[in-house]
């Protein structure tokens, strides 16, 4: 359920507070964030060298827990209370999650994950620098840089005595590439810091353009269509007792899910496999089948499997009676029935996320680093952020390290986006902070 916060025209008055803030020049004290960050900014390459170098693929367990156990003791050192949640309720290593409350100003949670989609047998394992400013390595970008440029805006925040004054709930999961089931579990820290949380910041890559951030982001959830006809000679097709086949209503429903539905924006639905056959098996955990058929036997059974994304809830509301009214209408002597599972909602546009983009593409401009404009959410996939959308105030991502070809090993990281992004985060956070404090009724 939607949190309630204080009547409309104070919600107002803190997002105009915080865009009057915002039209400030750089002050002393963020003069000295920013210092800060340069001069402790080859430690924070060391650390995000060390914290690379470690496995951490979502299966990996004790990998991303090793990570973990690496950024725990910063987050301590900060005056933080720290905590590993343990994920063996939903089949993962598990959570990070650091703590500071009872200051001033809005409470703002910030996000990051351990894991990365290379596990121990991937060719992509360590640090390897491309250039000067280049380097490639498992995670860089997507997200590790992300969790450094974390700790390093909350210690130039520390360093100058803020951070105790402020109240911060950090949460960096160990299964955002591959999710543990049930969601309920997997992502309870999330959903549980979103209803305390005011303010969500996400240090994901983003698409790879420190010039740009996430407004919004489509969901990613999964549909299983299954089509059952009669078996019989295919000399008989088409006949009133046999009628069309499992395959052909397949198609039929497919087409028509496309026919109904392909050019609505922000939307898209993919059938990602397919098995269809006299006999068949579909093993769900694995995503793989087997079909058996001949061609001179009619079809009998057909399972579809695929995605759904969308940019409001509402959209994927319509999408979903849509696909289920598609489906109900069958071919003769077919069945059909379709099941749509839970997975990330969508992180949807609202004002308030606008208006948060604006204050930190101010607090770019005064530190020299230029505008900042919001990405196509048809570029942008799901990402933990997607679990606050119904509870928090407003948010953005896309923070995190610049890189490029993310989920590939040659997957790589600007370097020179550490500093950068870290001066941006400390420096609205501390702006967040000088405005007034959203309070919840």
Known sequence: MKKCHLPYFLTVLFLFTITALSQAQVDRTEKKLVNW???????????????????????????????????????????????WLDGRSFNRAGHLVAKIEGGKGPKIMLIGHLDTVFEPDSPNQEWRQVDENTIKGPGIADMKGGDVIILQALSALHAQGILKDMNIWVVMTGDEELSGKPLSESKKALIEAAKWADVALGFENGDGNPATVNVARRSSSEWKLTVTGNAAHSSQVFKPEVGAGAIYEASRILYQFYDELASEEFLTFNPGAIVGGTTVTYDDREKSGTAFGKNNVVSK?????????????????????????????????TKAIIEFADGYPPFAPTDGNYQLMNAFSKVSQDLGFGEVGAVNPADAGAADISFTSAYISMGIDGMGMSGADD???????????????????????????????????
């Open 37 to 83: 960050v340069d001069e402790n900014n080859a430690s924070a390459l060391q650390l995000l060298k060390d914290i690379i170098n470690i496995n951490s693929g979502t299966m990996n367990f004790e990998g991303v827990r090793a990570v973990a156990d690496v950024l725990m003791p910063r987050f301590d050192a900060l005056g933080m209370q720290t905590e």
């Open 301 to 333: 059974d057909v399972t579809v499997t695929g995605d759904i994304r969308c940019l409001t809830p509402e959209q994927l509301a319509k999408a979903q009676a849509t696909m289920k009214r598609i489906v109900s209408k069958h071919l003769p002597q």
């Open 407 to 441: 989920h590939t090993i040659n997957e790589t990281g600007d370097i020179r986006a550490l500093p950068k992004q870290s001066k941006r985060a400390a420096v609205l956070m501390y702006r967040l902070m000088k405005g007034i404090k959203l309070e919840k009724r």
